[in-house]
C-alpha cells in the first residue's frame, strides 16, 4: 500500500480506498497492475484518451470506461474518458485530468473528513455512485448553458440585419457532441447499476435510479434542443431565401422597366431613317430636346404599363 501512495493520489474511510490517477503514464499503469490483478488489456485501455464505453466483469472486480464531455474553446466541448476499476473495498479512478467535478470531489473528500464518511464510508458501490452522480449533475449544468445560448439566438433569427448560420452550426455541434456522449451513458449506468450491487450490502438500486433519471433528463433536454435548433436552422434559411427573392425579384423589376427605353434608344442609335433621327434631323418642334423628350415619353408609358400589368397579376403585391 505504500508504493501506491507514493504514486498515486489515495483516500482511505471506512475500509474503503479510493485512487484516483490523472494523466496516467506507463510507470503508473504498471504500479497499479502489479498490486491489483487487473487485465493487461484494461490497463492499455486507460492510457488510450478514446475508447468506446464498455463493462468488462471478472470474479474479484469490475472495468468500466464512460464518457463526459469537457468545455474547449475552439471545439465546444470534447469527450473526456473515466477509467473506473472497482473491487469490494477500493475504487480506482483513471482520467486525463479535465473532469473539474470528479476533482473538486476527490479534494472535498480528503480535506473534510465528514464528507469523507458521508461519501466514502459506506461502500466503493456507493462512492461509484456518488461520483458518476456528480458528472452527471456536471453534465446538466454544461446542457444548460447550451440551452441558454439557443434561447439567446432566437431573436436573431428573426432579425435580417443578423447573420447566424455559424451560431446554429456551432450549438448543432455542441449538441451531436452532447448526444453521442449521453446515449451511450444511457445504456452503460443501467449495466453498471446491476454489477455494483455485489460488492455492497446495502441496496444501490434506488441511488443508481435517482442517475438514471438525471440522465433521462439530460436525454430528453437534448433531444428538445436538437429540435428547437433544427427549427431555427430551417426558419433561417426559409427566412434567408425569401429574402434572397426579394432582391432579385427588385432587380428583375428594374431591369424589365428598362427594357423600353433601351430598345427605343437602340433603335435611334441605328444608322436608318427614323423620325427625328440623324438622317431626317431632329425635331425641334418643342425645342432642341424634342428628340429626347419623345424616347423619355414612350419608354415612360411603358414602363408604367408594364408596371399595371405586374400589379394586376399581383407580383408586385396584391392586385386590385
Partial sequence: MSEIKRQFETITSNGVLWINIQKPTFADINAL???????????????????????????????????????DKEKGFLFSQLAIFMGSDYLVTIHQGDLKALQELFCMCKKDEKQQAAIMGRSSGYLLHKIIDTLVDDLLHILMKVVGNIDDIEDSVFDEQISIPRQISLLRREITTLRRIVIPLRRTVVDLSKDVQRFSREDLAPYFKDVQD?????????EEAKETV?????????????????????LTIVFTLSIPATVIGTFYGMNIVLPGGAETGPWTRLGPYTALIFVLVISSISALLMLLYFRRLGWLGPSR
Fill in 33 to 71: 497492475g502489479q498490486k491489483y490483478p487487473f487485465h493487461r488489456l484494461n490497463l492499455e485501455d486507460c492510457l488510450s484518451k478514446i475508447q468506446i464505453p464498455k463493462i468488462d466483469r471478472y470474479e474479484s472486480h469490475i472495468f468500466a470506461i464512460l464518457h463526459f464531455p469537457t468545455p
Fill in 214 to 222: 438525471h440522465i433521462e433528463k439530460v436525454y430528453e433536454a437534448l
Fill in 230 to 250: 433544427e427549427i431555427y436552422k430551417d426558419t433561417d434559411y426559409m427566412l434567408s431565401q425569401e429574402k434572397t427573392n426579394k432582391i432579385l425579384g427588385v
